[in-house]
Structures are given as C-alpha cells and as structure tokens.
C-alpha cells in the first residue's frame, strides 16, 4: 500500500486545513487509515482513525470538536478536516494503513505516507 498525504501548510491561529490521504496499491489489505503527527522534539502521536467500510471514526480527545475524518471509498482518499487550528497543532501530520478495524496505535499500522507539515502561527 502506498499513501500520499498532502494539504499541509502555514496557518494562523483559529484557521482551517484539510488534508488529504491517498491510498494506492493493494488497498484491499487496508482496513481502517489513521492520522498520526509528530511536533518537534516529541513522539508521534495518534490524532484520529477511521474505518473504510463502517465508516467508524476515533479521535484523540485534544482534536475532538475541531477535527473531522471522513473518507471516499471510491478515491481510496482520507480526509482530516482541522478547523479552530491552535499553535500546539503545529506539527508533521503522517497518514497510515492499517489492518485493524479499530487502530488507534502506531504499533497496528503497517504503512505510512511521508509526511506533511502544518505550521499554526499565533
């Protein structure tokens, strides 16, 4: 399976971004994708999962609120909505596969997109 993240960028505080996941390959050993990010001197961290058939959605209690994912099972895309950014947000937001239904470690993931960047300034 390979991903493609994209969408990141430079953002001001209470902005909106939306990033995108594409998945491309032997999808079919994909069972749920999840977003992950990585601030600067920190460990990554799960932010949210969802299912691909059910649809079911997890977040990390920091994004609930702000944060929406969905996906389009035709384009084999998955969505993160990030509205109300605040600066502890800044961080490389990674996108996963995973063949866990519900995945919400890194451990569950199997394969990971290359990164994108998003800067939330004050």
């Known amino acids: 399976v390979q991903l493609q993240a994209s969408g990141g960028g430079l953002v001001q505080a209470g902005g909106s971004l939306r990033l995108s996941c594409a998945a491309s390959g032997r999808t079919f050993r994909s069972y749920a994708m999840g977003w992950f990010r990585q601030a600067p001197g920190k460990e990554r961290e799960f932010v949210a999962a969802?299912?691909?058939?059910?649809?079911?959605?997890y977040l990390t209690d920091s994004v609930k609120g702000r944060f929406t994912i969905s996906r389009d099972n035709a384009k084999n895309t998955v969505y993160l909505q990030m509205n109300d950014l605040i600066p502890e947000d800044t961080a490389v937001y990674y996108c996963a596969s995973s063949r866990d239904t519900r995945a919400t470690t890194m451990r569950q993931y199997d394969y990971w997109g290359q990164g994108t960047q998003v800067t939330v300034s004050s």
């Open positions: 969802i299912s691909w058939s059910v649809g079911s959605t």
